[in-house]
């Protein structure tokens, strides 16, 4: 089955660009929509954009001047990158499918990655 | 913008009891746009509920969703020791654009 894993720096410093990477295994990256969500610790989860296969993407507006998400399909990879850091970013990043069932437009994340730490501290 | 609310916060309850867990929206949302997740400590959030009503892949049949406009439910029907966590509702909304979750409720032990 379908096999999500995020990778990148756990430590990044105020002001400087975080950036993650999304590795997805077991299936294509084709024809889906895949999107980053994140959980400040012992928070709840905000979802934080995503990106069609083809890489149109949609933002959270209250992040969207900071995010770009992009997509590598041949290497089955998306990544983010969230720039101007501070303290509030600190978060557990999780990477997760975004299923959409036409013409209901029908939609949930599954599968999800298993959360990659990121603290932004100097 | 929708603003999702969880009740109560913390359920505290047995094994073999059931749980009733509210998800109140601030406009009416569609029912294909809401969703269910279980998430225990150190854990990503998993699928639970779809389109209101629909159970996942692999998801017991105790679980059940319920609801439309601005008032959905999660129903356990019975309680096992793994269904201690938290649980989180999830809607897209059109304008803008986005989607948002609930702040969640505990379900822990009595």
């Known amino acids: 089955q379908v096999q999500l894993q995020e990778s990148g720096p756990g430590l990044v410093k105020p002001s400087e660009t975080l950036s993650l990477t999304c590795t997805v295994s077991?299936?294509?990256?084709?024809?889906?929509?895949w999107s980053w969500i994140r959980q400040p610790p012992g928070k709840g989860l905000e979802w934080i954009g995503y990106?069609?296969?083809?890489?149109?993407?949609n933002y959270n507006p209250s992040l969207k001047s900071r995010v770009t998400i992009s997509v590598d399909t041949s290497k089955n990879q998306f990544s983010l990158k969230l720039s101007s850091v501070t303290a509030a970013d600190t978060a557990v990043y999780y990477c997760?499918?975004?299923?959409?069932?036409?013409?209901?437009?029908?939609?949930?994340?599954?599968?999800w990655g298993q959360g990659t730490l990121v603290t932004v501290s100097s | 913008e929708i603003v999702l609310t969880q009740s109560p916060g913390t359920l505290s309850l047995s094994p073999g009891e059931r749980a009733t867990l509210s998800c109140r929206a601030s406009?009416?949302?569609?029912?294909?746009?809401l969703a269910w997740y279980q998430q225990k400590p150190g854990q990503a959030p998993r699928l639970l509920i779809y389109?209101?009503?629909s159970r996942a892949t692999g998801i017991p049949d105790r679980f059940s969703g319920s609801g439309s406009g601005t008032d959905f439910t999660l129903t356990i029907s019975r309680l096992e020791p793994e269904d201690f966590a938290v649980y989180y509702c999830?809607?897209?909304?059109?304008?803008?654009?986005?989607?948002?979750f609930g702040p969640g409720t505990k379900v822990d032990i009595k």
């Open positions: 406009q009416s949302v569609s029912s294909s746009y």
């Open positions: 077991g299936g294509s990256i084709s024809s889906y929509y």
């Open positions: 389109g209101a009503s």
């Open positions: 997760a499918r975004l299923n959409v069932v036409v013409p209901a437009a029908i939609n949930w994340f599954d599968p």
């Open positions: 990106i069609y296969y083809s890489g149109s993407t």
């Open positions: 999830q809607q897209y909304g059109s304008s803008p654009p986005r989607f948002t």
